[in-house]
């Protein structure tokens, strides 16, 4: 069964950096492109990266390019997601998702207020 548990979230100020982590259970890790989607309060769910299986492809929605990072460790079988330079509009709870398939982690609320 696939499980995908969130972490790293929290409150932080503008122009701050979080480190989201995602580790994977329950699939074989590195066969499979991984994403990171976000839903701030009212709006729809919207993706904001993904990264390969292998990780040498990933993307950005143009929101977030130029300060967000994604990578992943096939050996910890764990996705990340840097965010540097945040803003209020980031503000929203993350998740993780594997590009594949259609289940969800519980997600993690970044807070990006002073």
């Known amino acids: 069964q696939v499980q995908l548990v969130e972490s790293g979230g929290g409150l932080v100020q503008p122009g701050g950096s979080l480190r989201l982590s995602c580790a994977a259970f329950g699939f074989t890790f590195s066969n499979y492109a991984m994403s990171w989607y976000r839903q701030a309060p009212g709006k729809e769910r919207e993706l904001v990266a993904r990264?390969?299986?292998?990780?040498?492809?990933?993307s950005y929605a143009d929101s977030v390019k130029g300060r967000f990072t994604i990578s992943r460790d096939n050996v910890k079988k764990t996705i990340y997601l840097q965010m540097n330079s945040l803003k209020p509009e980031d503000t929203a709870v993350y998740y993780c998702?594997?590009?594949?398939?259609?289940?969800w982690g519980q997600g993690t609320q970044v807070t990006v207020s002073s």
């Open positions: 990264i390969s299986a292998v990780g040498g492809s990933v």
């Open positions: 998702k594997v590009v594949a398939f259609t289940s």
